[in-house]
């Protein structure tokens, strides 16, 4: 069960929208299943011609605003949609008002006994959901207290699974980005755009950071995608940026302005101060420099070298996931995964990678935008990023290596990382996070079942030409990832198992069950 939480200014066009027969004549049925009062005293009436007469139910819902002893709140209209899943059974009308009743006391707007709270009331013109309507202004004249009533939703939410026996969602942990708007879509799709602006930018900024050693590296890299970049400066240090905001060429506003999207409205780890966490080398100078950024080609051995150190990266983040119980370890790995990912999916140019990118990135996160300290294991995938970012994505764009070709094994690999992130994320009870993964993960299987041979049990040997690796270790700032035993032996996290060979992705490694 999901509650939508928004706000307004005017009740009579949302109770003309409630009682209307909808965008696709889906309203079947409208009526009040619970308010301040009983439903029937409040059910509006029709006029003459047989339309609904919703002037007497908009006056007794505005009232309390008249007599308010403080400035009214800027959006006085509270309008929340509670809608069950689609295999949930249907609800009676007395349920819903449950529902409903506990919503409001749950929010403070109406609590159980408190004769002198907001008015609201609840109308159900579908089986699956109801809307609730209040008017934030209670009746001794103070205005009520709105912090946090989304969370306070979701809790009611929560509490109608366990008592209904309905389909029971994950709590909110703060790890999904935020979703396109309804305009934003709708946008979309009359200009025939493949996705909302919001949704492109968020995949090119991620990409641009995990292909970055500093904020130089990465504001060249979104201009080099084609994303509009604009700068924020501190107003007490002159000439540090302390933020940044991005825009598609393509997008702009009524007035013909770009549509600046910050990093923080995209995702919650793509604000400047995050990404500044994550990337190896210091910025000179603190500011943005213009540089080209396409200006580096690798040969054929120098990206050889740099696909086949991503697949054994990817293949002993798998094995050290796994194994490692630290649990800043696997926070560490699962964020720098979606780095490789990402650039992956860059690299290709395939949109079903894409995807795979998308669904894969809440589970990359920690749960209230805490940041996973940097490992040396996540270093070793994020450095892996890098190296395929410069082998590709700042070469030549025409010559995109196809996933039957050498690329194959890595996607592979990325899918049993995957997998084991989700297992991880499952032992953790954070289920959106973990069905998040599997469906990444899936994602990428079925994508490389009809195209890519079986992987073969070993990974690929090193090219003879090691100055090749050694040289796109260099242009990606620090070093390829070390063997698994040197890793081990040198790492603060070391253990005293014995080292064994990274699994495939088709062997299953770790305790039996």
Same mark, same amino acid.
């Given at each position: 069960?999901?509650?939508?939480?928004?706000?307004?200014?005017?009740?009579?066009?949302?109770?003309?929208?409630?009682?209307?027969?909808?965008?696709?004549?889906?309203?079947?049925?409208?009526?009040?299943?619970? &308010?301040?009062?009983?439903?029937?005293?409040?059910?509006?009436?029709?006029?003459?011609?047989?339309?609904?007469?919703?002037?007497?139910?908009?006056?007794?819902?505005?009232?309390?605003?008249?007599?308010?002893?403080?400035?009214?709140?800027?959006?006085?209209?509270?309008?929340?949609?509670?809608?069950?899943?689609?295999?949930?059974?249907?609800?009676?009308?007395?349920?819903?008002?449950?529902?409903?009743?506990?919503?409001?006391?749950?929010?403070?707007?109406?609590?159980?006994?408190?004769?002198?709270?907001?008015?609201?009331?609840?109308?159900?013109?579908?089986?699956?959901?109801?809307?609730?309507?209040?008017?934030?202004?209670?009746?001794?004249?103070?205005?009520?207290?709105?912090?946090?009533?989304?969370?306070?939703?979701?809790?009611?939410?929560?509490?109608?699974?366990?008592?209904?026996?309905?389909?029971?969602?994950?709590?909110?942990?703060?790890?999904?980005?935020?979703?396109?708007?309804?305009?934003?879509?709708?946008?979309?799709?009359?200009?025939?755009?493949?996705?909302?602006?919001?949704?492109?930018?968020?995949?090119?900024?991620?990409?641009?950071?995990?292909?970055?050693?500093?904020?130089?590296?990465?504001?060249?890299?979104?201009?080099?995608? &084609?994303?509009?970049?604009?700068?924020?400066?501190?107003?007490?240090?002159?000439?540090?940026?302390?933020?940044?905001?991005?825009?598609?060429?393509?997008?702009?506003?009524?007035?013909?302005?770009?549509?600046?999207?910050?990093?923080?409205?995209?995702?919650?780890?793509?604000?400047?101060?995050?990404?500044?966490?994550?990337?190896?080398?210091?910025?000179?100078?603190?500011?943005?420099?213009?540089?080209?950024?396409?200006?580096?080609?690798?040969?054929?051995?120098?990206?050889?070298?740099?696909?086949?150190?991503?697949?054994?990266?990817?293949?002993?983040?798998?094995?050290?996931?796994?194994?490692?119980?630290?649990?800043?370890?696997?926070?560490?790995?699962?964020?720098?995964?979606?780095?490789?990912?990402?650039?992956?999916?860059?690299?290709?140019?395939?949109?079903?990678?894409?995807?795979?990118?998308?669904?894969?990135?809440?589970?990359?996160?920690?749960?209230?935008?805490?940041?996973?300290?940097?490992?040396?294991?996540?270093?070793?995938?994020?450095?892996?990023?890098?190296?395929?970012?410069?082998?590709?994505?700042?070469?030549?764009? &025409?010559?995109?290596?196809?996933?039957? &070709?050498?690329?194959?094994?890595?996607?592979?690999?990325?899918?049993?990382?995957?997998?084991?992130?989700?297992?991880?994320?499952?032992?953790?009870?954070?289920?959106?996070?973990?069905?998040?993964?599997?469906?990444?993960?899936?994602?990428?299987?079925?994508?490389?079942?009809?195209?890519?041979?079986?992987?073969?049990?070993?990974?690929?040997?090193?090219?003879?030409?090691?100055?090749?690796?050694?040289?796109?270790?260099?242009?990606?700032?620090?070093?390829?990832?070390?063997?698994?035993?040197?890793?081990?032996?040198?790492?603060?996290?070391?253990?005293?198992?014995?080292?064994?060979?990274?699994?495939?992705?088709?062997?299953?490694?770790?305790?039996?069950?």
């Amino acid at each position: 069960m999901i509650g939508k939480v928004t706000r307004g200014q005017g009740v009579a066009r949302l109770l003309s929208y409630l009682y209307g027969p909808g965008r696709r004549n889906e309203h079947i049925d409208p009526h009040i299943v619970a &308010g301040f009062r009983l439903p029937m005293a409040l059910e509006p009436g029709t006029d003459a011609r047989g339309d609904w007469d919703f002037r007497h139910l908009v006056g007794v819902l505005t009232s309390p605003l008249d007599t308010l002893r403080h400035t009214p709140l800027a959006l006085p209209i509270w309008q929340c949609s509670i809608r069950a899943a689609p295999a949930d059974r249907t609800l009676s009308d007395d349920e819903w008002a449950d529902i409903a009743e506990e919503v409001m006391h749950r929010t403070g707007f109406a609590p159980r006994g408190d004769d002198e709270a907001c008015r609201w009331i609840a109308v159900r013109h579908a089986d699956d959901h109801i809307h609730l309507v209040a008017v934030l202004a209670r009746e001794d004249g103070r205005n009520p207290n709105v912090h946090r009533d989304y969370y306070k939703v979701a809790d009611a939410c929560h509490l109608a699974e366990k008592g209904f026996d309905l389909t029971r969602t994950a709590p909110a942990d703060r790890t999904a980005a935020p979703r396109p708007t309804r305009a934003e879509t709708e946008l979309a799709h009359r200009q025939n755009w493949p996705e909302p602006p919001r949704t492109t930018l968020r995949r090119r900024v991620a990409t641009a950071a995990a292909g970055a050693e500093n904020e130089r590296d990465f504001f060249a890299a979104l201009e080099h995608a &084609g994303v509009l970049v604009k700068v924020r400066h501190s107003a007490r240090t002159p000439g540090e940026i302390t933020g940044y905001a991005v825009a598609l060429p393509h997008h702009n506003n009524k007035q013909n302005q770009p549509v600046w999207f910050s990093g923080g409205k995209l995702a919650p780890n793509l604000t400047l101060p995050k990404l500044r966490k994550g990337w190896s080398a210091p910025q000179e100078g603190n500011r943005f420099d213009r540089r080209p950024f396409g200006g580096v080609e690798l040969t054929h051995e120098e990206r050889s070298a740099a696909y086949q150190q991503a697949a054994r990266a990817t293949a002993t983040a798998t094995w050290q996931m796994r194994h490692i119980q630290d649990p800043a370890v696997r926070a560490d790995v699962a964020a720098a995964t979606s780095d490789v990912l990402h650039v992956t999916a860059a690299l290709t140019g395939n949109r079903e990678l894409a995807r795979a990118a998308d669904f894969y990135v809440s589970a990359a996160r920690e749960p209230y935008g805490r940041q996973p300290p940097l490992t040396p294991y996540g270093t070793n995938l994020r450095t892996a990023a890098r190296a395929l970012a410069l082998s590709g994505i700042r070469g030549q764009r &025409g010559n995109r290596p196809s996933l039957a &070709g050498v690329l194959s094994h890595l996607v592979v690999q990325l899918a049993a990382l995957i997998e084991a992130i989700a297992e991880h994320r499952q032992l953790q009870q954070r289920a959106a996070q973990a069905a998040a993964a599997r469906k990444a993960a899936a994602q990428l299987s079925r994508l490389s079942r009809p195209t890519l041979r079986p992987p073969s049990p070993t990974l690929p040997p090193t090219p003879p030409n090691y100055t090749a690796e050694q040289n796109a270790a260099r242009l990606a700032g620090t070093g390829f990832p070390i063997p698994l035993s040197h890793q081990l032996a040198d790492s603060p996290y070391r253990i005293s198992a014995p080292t064994p060979t990274p699994p495939g992705p088709h062997r299953r490694c770790g305790p039996s069950r």
